[in-house]
């Protein structure tokens, strides 16, 4: 799937958690984001740019071994998620059909997902998961759309650039889609209920 890229978004301040949730320890042991930056390195997604931004030492470190590159937002203390999508547009080759763009604090997504949307998209649509009627992530933004995406206002959100596009739902039955680790607790539930695989 070297037509797509991806970008895994860790530049977040992790406000409503004390530690940075990117570098909690998953279920194997290593950190969120490795976890969730191998999603899509193990299904052959090149190239998938980690975006960070606080931590950034430490998050470059936690993907170290993995074949994936990393750019630093400068504007992450915004905590706008916009900026950090835009620094890893930016970061992508032009001959690229899409971009995955997953929050890095999802780590339940299944992997077989990203086949399943990159089996979906045709030239000019994007295409989203969705799980009991909510979208879920990540999203598989088409080329199409990326200027769009970079020409938003600072202070706008990702999904305005979808607004008016052609984006395809792909029913999944995993939950996993739309859950994100914002608090201790969601984490600590996620923890606790064992891989779904």
């Not at 936690?62 to 547009?89: F, H, Q, T």
Request: charge should be neutral.
């Amino acid at each position: 799937m070297s037509r797509f890229g991806a970008l895994i978004l860790a530049a977040g301040l992790s406000r409503r958690m004390v530690e940075n949730k990117v570098l909690l320890p998953w279920r194997d042991g290593r950190p969120i984001v490795r976890h969730v930056a191998a999603l899509y390195t193990s299904a052959g997604i090149d190239p998938v740019i980690v975006v960070t931004g606080r931590d950034a030492a430490e998050v470059r470190a936690a993907v170290a071994d993995l074949e994936v590159r990393c750019a630093r937002n400068p504007d992450y203390a915004s905590g706008e998620m916009l900026s950090s999508v835009k620094v890893g547009l930016g970061a992508l080759p032009a001959d690229l059909a899409g971009a995955f763009i997953q929050p890095a604090d999802m780590p339940c997504v299944p992997p077989a997902v990203i086949g399943e949307l990159a089996a979906a998209h045709e030239p000019g649509w994007n295409v989203a998961p969705r799980n009991q009627g909510r979208r879920g992530h990540p999203v598989l933004l088409d080329r199409a759309y990326w200027r769009a995406m970079l020409e938003l206002p600072a202070d706008a959100r990702p999904r305005a650039a979808l607004r008016g596009s052609r984006l395809r739902l792909v029913d999944v039955e995993d939950a996993g889609v739309l859950l994100d680790l914002d608090t201790r607790a969601a984490y600590e539930r996620a923890i606790q209920a064992g891989s779904p695989e």
